[in-house]
C-alpha cells in the first residue's frame, strides 16, 4: 500500500511535492551511490586549497610566543577528537558485530509466527499539514495490513482538525483492517497532557502489561517494515522495555537547513549505536519509540510525562514544556530499564522552515539543549552505578563540552586582537581541515555527501556551546515555535524581570570567569604582580 501523494505547498509558494517516495521507502532505500567521481572530486579540490593555505599564508600556530597556546589547544583538541572516535569506533561495533545478532534473533523470531498481542499507537499532534497527516495514517495502516497485528491507534488532539482529517481517511481506507481508532480530545493545553490523557484511557481499559505502546508524533512517516524490524525485539529479550529508531528528515525551507538537518541526524546515528552499546540511549525519542507497557500505564509514568517539574534555585519549581522524550529516557533510567536503538527501522520527520531559518535553527537549539540541560542534572544525580558508566559519562561531557568548545574561538580572537592579526587565518584553516576530516566519518552514516558540511559542523557546534551556556541560567525559559509557537516561562512580571536581571549578571560572570582563565592560562594576560600592587597602594 504506497500511494503517491502530490500536493501543494502552502509554505513554498505552490511547489508541487510528490510523496511517493516517502511513502514506498524509495528514499532511504534506492538513493544513488553517494561516493561518485565527483564527489572524491569535490574532496580532492577542498583538501588542495588548504594544502595550498598551508604552504602560502602566514601559519603563526608554530610561532614559539605561542607555544603554551598551541600546546592548550593541543591536549584540548585530543581529548575531544579521542571521545568522538571512541563514539565511532563503538558505533562500528554496534553495527557491524552486536546488531547483527540481534536482528538475526528477532527475525528468527518473526518467521517462526510469533507476533505481539495488540499494538497501541499512541500520536499526538495539532492542526498538522493534510497531506503530512494522511501520510502518516497512510504509513500505519499499511504496517497493520502486512502484520495483521491488532492495532488500536490513540489520538491524543486539541483540534477537530486533526481528528476529522485521520477519521475521513480511515474510512475511506482502512475498513479491512484489525485497526480501532480512538480519540481523546485534550481538556487542557500542551503535549504532555495529550500523552496523558491518552495514557490514563489506556490504563481505564485495562491494558496487558506486555502489550506494546508505539509514542509517536504527528509528522513522523513510518518506513516500510518498521514494526516487523522493532516488535520481535521484545519477545527475544525479556528485560528490554524501549527502543527508539533511525530518524530521517525532509525538510521544506532552505537547502543548507536541510544540509544542517541531515548531518545532525548522521552525528546521531553514531551516538546512538555508540549509547546501544551500554543497553541504555540519550534519549527515547518523542518521533517514535516503541515501549513494554507494564510501565506506562502506572500512575507514577503518567504523572511524571503530564507534570515533569524541576526546583531550580533562581526560579523555583516549574514544569516541562517540551522534552517528554527526555522524561520517558528519565524515568527508564530509575527503573534501571534496559533500552535499545534500532539501526534499521526508520522514520521520516518532516520539517516546515519558513525565512532564512538562522531563527528556527537557534530557537530548536534552545529547546533541545534547554531539555538535556534540564534533565541532566538528574540524571547525574542518580550516578554512574545506576545509570552505567559510560551513559553517565557522556551526560557529563554533554556539560563539559559546550565550555570547551567555547576556548578555542577565545583565544583565537584573543591572540589576533592582541599580538598577530593574521593568526585568525590560520585558526580557520585549522578548523576547515579538522572539520573535514571529522565530517568523512559523518558521510559514512549519510545518504549523502555533503561538501559544505564542515563548516556547517563549526556553526553547529560553536552555536549550540553558546546556546546552552545562555540557557544554564534560564531553564524555566521554554519555547516551541513548530508546535503551535507554545511558550512557558515568559512572564512580564516585576519578579520575573528580576531574575532575567540575575541570570543575564550569572551567565556575564560565568562567561567572564571562561575568558579572564583562559586569557591567564594561555599567558595573553598577566595577573599583576605583589610589587606592583604595593606601589600602586603606597602612591
Known sequence: MAIGISVKSSINHGENRDYHGVASGEIYYDHPKKWTPQIFFKIYLYFAVCFLLVIYVPNTIWNPDLKVITITLGALGIWRYSWWFVHVIRSEIYQHRRFPKIREAAEKCWRSGWRPRHVHFMMTTFRERRDTTELVVQSICREVRETGIPTTLWLGSGDAYDENIMMEYLRQNAEDLPLEFVMIRQNVSGKRMAIGLVLRAMSRRGIHKDDLIVFMDGDAILAPGILRKCCPLFATDEKLQAVTTDEEVICYGPKWVQSWLTMRFAQRRIAMQSHAMSNKVLTLTGRMSVFRANHLTRYKFIRMLEADHLQHWLWGKFRFLSGDDKSTWYYMLTQNAKMLYVSDALVYTVEEVEGS???????????????????????????????????????????????????????????????????????????????????????????????????????????????????????????????????????????????????????????????????????????????????????
Open 357 to 539: 531559518g538562522i531563527e528556527r535553527m537557534t530557537q530548536n537549539f534552545r529547546r533541545w539543549s534547554g531539555n538535556m540541560l534540564r534533565n541532566g542534572t538528574r540524571a547525574l544525580k542518580l550516578g554512574p552505578k545506576k545509570v552505567g558508566f559510560f551513559i553517565w559519562w557522556c551526560v557529563m561531557d554533554q556539560r563539559l563540552a559546550m565550555w570547551t568548545m567555547l576556548v578555542s574561538p577565545i583565544v583565537a580572537v584573543a591572540v589576533t586582537l592582541l599580538k598577530y592579526p593574521q593568526y585568525i587565518v590560520a585558526y580557520f584553516i585549522w578548523i576547515a581541515i579538522s572539520r573535514m576530516a571529522l565530517s568523512l566519518f559523518l558521510f559514512r552514516y549519510s545518504k549523502a555527501v555533503h561538501i559544505e558540511w564542515p563548516f556547517i559542523l563549526y556553526f553547529n557546534q560553536l552555536l549550540n556551546a553558546a546556546v546552552k551556556v545562555y540557557c544554564l541560567a534560564r531553564l524555566s525559559k521554554q519555547r516551541w515555535t513548530n508546535r503551535g509557537d507554545q511558550s512557558s516561562g515568559l512572564s512580564e512580571s516585576f519578579a520575573d524581570k528580576m531574575r532575567d536581571l540575575m541570570a543575564a549578571y550569572v551567565t556575564t560572570v560565568w562567561v567572564t570567569a571562561l575568558v579572564i582563565s583562559v586569557l591567564f592560562y594561555t599567558s595573553l594576560a598577566k595577573m599583576p604582580g605583589l610589587h606592583s600592587v604595593v606601589v600602586i597602594g603606597a602612591g
